[in-house]
């Protein structure tokens, strides 16, 4: 059975720091690249930052790029997603997404969530 578990989630001041980690189980993460999304209430789910599968690139949205940090660790089978000096517009759900281009199209997974609230 393929599972996909965020954890790290929480409650924290604005300029607080929160560290987000997604771990697969049943499945091996080294062959596929890695997505970090959010989604607010009333809002469209957005991208929020993604690894390759070798951890050589890394993306970030302009709204987080000097604040978060994405990294993996193929061998724990974890990709983690660091945030620091948090804003309120974070508040968010955060997903993991695992994916990959294969001839047959794009193969990819989600986990469940898990829930970033910034309240001071």
């Known amino acids: 059975q393929v599972t996909f578990v965020e954890s790290g989630g929480g409650l924290v001041q604005p300029g607080g720091s929160l560290s987000l980690s997604c771990a697969a189980s049943g499945f091996t993460l080294e062959y596929y690249a890695i997505g970090w999304f959010r989604q607010a209430p009333g809002k469209e789910r957005e991208g929020v930052s993604c690894i390759s599968s070798t951890g050589t690139y890394t993306e970030y949205v302009d709204s987080v790029k000097g604040r978060f940090t994405i990294s993996r660790d193929n061998a724990k089978n974890t990709v983690d997603l660091q945030m620091n000096s948090l804003k309120p517009e974070d508040a968010a759900i955060y997903l993991c997404?695992?994916?990959?281009?294969?001839?047959?199209?794009?193969?990819?997974?989600w986990g469940q969530g898990t829930q970033v609230s910034i309240s001071s």
């Open positions: 997404n695992v994916f990959r281009f294969t001839p047959q199209g794009r193969e990819d997974y």
